[in-house]
Nanobody
Framework: QVQLVESGGGLVQPGGSLRLSCAAS????????IAWFRQIPGKAREGVSC????????YYADSVKGRFTISRDNAKNTVYLQMNSLKPEDTAVYYC??????????????????WGQGTQVTVSS
């Protein structure tokens, strides 16, 4: 079954770190741009970070720039989102998504072919 599976979410104190993983099943991520989105109930989905399909180019929302880092390990068929200096406003459900042949990634969700089920990140003392 083709799917993306996120993991690594949880409860962390402000200033702490988490690393989210997005693993692909039954397809290879090599030819896909990957993005992380997040959503708070009642609010619009927000693009957080994305990485191009060709190893180049990473992009970040202004709200996370300097704190989050996206990376991919094609050998493990996994994309990661390292989140440091977490703030309460980072609390959300985080989703990864894959965009076939996405040479330039995007925060336009309609471009993405596959989505994960989401993982909850809660930043609270």
């Amino acid at each position: 079954q083709v799917q993306l599976v996120e993991s690594g979410g949880g409860l962390v104190q402000p200033g702490g770190s988490l690393r989210l993983s997005c693993a692909a099943s039954e397809f290879t991520l090599d030819y896909y741009a990957i993005a992380w989105f997040r959503q708070i109930p009642g609010k619009a989905r927000e693009g957080v970070s994305c990485i191009n399909s060709n190893y180049g180019g990473t992009y970040y929302a202004d709200s996370v720039k300097g704190r989050f880092t996206i990376s991919r390990d094609n050998a493990k068929n996994t994309v990661y989102l390292q989140m440091n200096s977490l703030k309460p406003e980072d609390t959300a459900v985080y989703y990864c998504a894959a965009y076939y042949m996405g040479r330039i990634c995007s925060f336009k969700g309609e471009l993405y072919d596959y989505w994960g089920q989401g993982t909850q990140v809660t930043v609270s003392s």
